[in-house]
């Protein structure tokens, strides 16, 4: 960790002497606990689909603007930077980096959730919709301004096209395009990431939200795409959601999300695993495009 802290110290200012505490670690970076109050995201420029520096500015971007909310704690950005030499020391190719408020909590253990006996798996349902919905509510104010950011599914259907070559395929996906965007719903500001391991927890406090390298802004149902298998934890989410906002989840619409979510596990896939793998994702999205109403 002194590596790092030597490499990157003379490019973020008052950055505390380690050692840091390895919170979390993905496709994109890594986040440090710096011990005073505060964490240190560390960008990548290549992981999954699309690129480093467009995930750093739309997270920094969504930072500066997401207001804060009664009902879901939200972090604070306390300064970011980019890096000058990518590669300055061993190690991935850095982007750039973020300083932000550290949060209290674990992120939620999809693994650990069928553990939860059943009322304490409806309880942090009813948690993490009741937080979405403060969320979303908090942020039609800003969706104009972060109008810039785009749509997350638009976004994600386009950077999975890139690795997708099936004619059929690419052809249902730029229909599934036009079908989200020609949709008759109001646009809001979203989180486009809102996966269990986005959310932190602990006992006595709201759910908060981290990560927003994939925020735009759509309509409120693309915040649900990676809500398809969770079964009685996600109807708890979509019931507290619709008790919140005064305003259901769309079926349709969420069928819309899941199959952008089919595309991108199918991109990210598509040549790692078994053949037999790789088989099931375009199963997996074929169906997802039918039940969204995009037919061969």
């Not at 009902?71 to 190690?91: D, E, I, K």
């Not at 899941?258 to 790789?278: C, D, M, T």
């Not at 199963?283 to 109403?293: V, Y």
């Amino acid at each position: 960790m002194n590596d790092i802290h030597d490499a990157i110290a003379a490019e973020i200012p008052d950055l505390p002497q380690g050692p840091w505490a390895l919170l979390g670690e993905g496709l994109w970076g890594t986040v440090h606990d710096l011990g005073d109050g505060t964490v240190l995201k560390l960008v990548r420029r290549n992981g999954g689909l699309g690129t480093g520096e467009s995930k750093h500015y739309r997270e920094t971007t969504a930072l500066a603007l997401i207001p804060q909310a009664d009902g879901v704690r939200l972090p604070r950005l306390v300064a970011a930077g980019r890096f000058a030499n990518a590669y300055g020391f061993s190690g991935p190719p850095l982007a750039g980096w973020l300083r932000l408020e550290k949060l209290d909590g674990r992120p939620v253990d999809e693994g650990g959730i069928y553990g939860l006996r059943g009322e304490e798996r409806e309880r942090l349902g009813e948690e993490i919709g009741a937080a979405l919905a403060h969320f979303h509510r908090a942020g039609e104010a800003i969706a104009e301004d972060a109008a810039k950011l785009g749509s997350p599914a638009l976004r994600s259907i386009s950077e999975a096209m890139m690795r997708i070559n099936d004619p059929v395929l690419r052809t249902r996906l730029e229909r599934l395009k036009e079908v989200i965007a020609g949709e008759d719903a109001p646009r809001i500001f979203l989180h486009g990431d809102m996966n269990f391991s986005n959310v932190l927890v602990a006992r006595g406090m709201r759910p908060a939200l981290v990560d927003f390298a994939e925020a735009g802004v759509g309509f409120a149902e693309e915040d649900f795409r990676h809500f398809d298998n969770p079964g009685p934890l996600r109807d708890a989410v979509f019931r507290s959601y619709a008790a919140v906002s005064g305003r259901g989840v769309n079926e349709l619409r969420f069928r819309m999300g899941i199959a952008v979510n089919a595309a991108v596990s199918l991109a990210l896939g598509s040549n790692a695993g078994h053949p037999r793998e790789g088989m099931r994702r375009v199963s997996f999205l074929d169906e997802a495009l039918r039940r969204a109403g995009i037919e061969d």
